[in-house]
């Protein structure tokens, strides 16, 4: 291999190591959410998203009628976690797929949702997230909420089922 070979290999290697040092950072983003939400600590979920969020459900209503739900801010949210409450709250994430152009990245992942260690709901989390100076946050985050169909990982099952 001539020495424009190599400086092509080093530069294409620093290229995915970015990528994958980016791609560590997005999802320590979106477990620092989760481990807020298990926590109660609003504060720490705070810290994962931008000054300006939207959120936005997609689900079911009583009468299988497809409803989109969306929230302008994230007030009402953050003041649900930091109130403190019996149920200590589990998100449960598996086969998250993350993608990145410059400072935008997405991330989609299913999730199974746990009251302490009773199953409440499952569907897909999509995020969208802005790289800042302070690093990788939350702008957007949508979901889907249903019961069933629900196709959680047998890991997941075991840690909920309190053996």
């Not at 530069?11 to 990528?19: C, D, N, V, W």
């Not at 979920?45 to 689900?59: K, N, Q």
């Not at 249903?146 to 196709?151: F, L």
């Amino acid at each position: 291999m001539n020495k424009y070979g190599i400086i092509v290999l080093l530069l294409l290697s620093g290229t995915a190591t970015f990528a994958q040092t980016d791609e560590a950072a997005v999802t320590a983003v979106i477990h620092t959410l989760f481990t807020g939400m298990e926590k109660g600590d609003s504060a720490m979920v705070h810290s994962a998203f931008t000054p300006e969020v939207t959120m936005a459900t997609a689900l079911r209503d009583k009468n299988n009628k497809s409803v989109l739900r969306r929230e302008s801010s994230i007030n009402d949210f953050l003041k649900a976690v930091g109130t403190p409450h019996e149920d200590v709250w589990y998100e449960e994430i598996w086969n998250i797929k993350i993608q990145i152009d410059g400072a935008f990245a997405q991330a989609w992942c299913d999730y199974a949702f746990y009251l302490n260690n009773t199953f409440s709901h499952c569907g897909i989390d999509a995020f969208h997230l802005h790289k800042t100076p302070s690093g990788w946050k939350i702008f957007h985050l949508a979901d889907t909420r249903r019961k069933d169909p629900c196709v959680i990982p047998a890991e997941v099952k075991k840690k909920h089922s309190g053996s």
